[in-house]
């Protein structure tokens, strides 16, 4: 799957709460490009199913949800409740679902003039031929802590501990699976995040994006 001339994709990987999903949206708004958080694609079709008060260990009911899933319609606010999180989680490991919406994430990808895509496993498996491919990181702790800022921001009570081992075993379950694990794709940029500011991480982004687009 070629990147062709008119369409520039630029992949982005990395674990939950690494910052890559804000790293992303400003990137994309710089270049003027089609924004996509492929993580959402999964909670959406957690939803559906949730919604339908259907079960979520039946993969051929999955799948159909997720040939149904309408990308532009994915509204972050609803679909990052953490009921959501952990269904999309269940499912997540489904091939079947796995393949029907890396189809629509490529389908995505070729929208014009160029597209960003931010996930598990951009780089590896639904853009591997993209010209910037990013790999964005942080500790463990480091993002337990982000996440426990940003809940607490919100007035809602947050136990970090509880917090630090969901991080660990979300890190666990998207490394260790068997079909898509994360993983940075070999020729991946590497950005971690622990000790960088969202700007410093912009910027170095930046350099590596607008190096691959005077190359192209």
Do not use: W
């Not at 992949?11 to 958080?37: C, M, N, Q, V």
């Not at 979520?56 to 949800?65: I, R, S």
Request: proline share 4%; hydrophobic share 40%; glycine share 6%.
């Amino acid at each position: 799957m070629p990147t062709s001339s008119d369409h520039f994709v630029i992949a982005i990987d990395g674990p939950a709460a690494a910052g890559k999903g804000t790293l992303s949206r400003r990137i994309a708004e710089t270049y003027g490009f089609h924004h996509l958080d492929t993580g959402l694609t999964y909670r959406a079709t957690a939803k559906a199913l949730l919604d339908a008060g259907l079960p979520l260990d039946d993969e051929l009911t999955a799948e159909k949800m997720a040939r149904e899933v309408e990308l532009a319609g994915l509204d972050r606010d609803i679909l990052s409740k953490h009921e959501i999180g952990e269904a999309a989680s269940k499912i997540a490991v489904m091939p079947s679902v796995r393949r029907a919406l890396v189809e629509a994430q490529r389908r995505f990808s070729e929208r014009t003039p160029g597209t960003v895509l931010d996930g598990r496993d951009i780089g590896t498996v639904v853009c591997p031929q993209a010209p910037v491919k990013l790999y964005v990181t942080a500790s463990a702790e480091v993002r337990a802590r982000r996440r426990f800022d940003e809940i607490k921001a919100k007035g809602i009570a947050a136990d970090f501990a509880a917090i630090f081992e969901d991080v660990k075993r979300r890190d666990e379950r998207d490394m260790g699976r068997a079909d898509s694990p994360l993983k940075p794709a070999e020729d991946a940029h590497l950005l971690d995040t622990s000790e960088m500011s969202i700007e410093a991480a912009f910027q170095a982004a930046k350099s590596v994006i607008d190096a691959a687009l005077n190359r192209n």
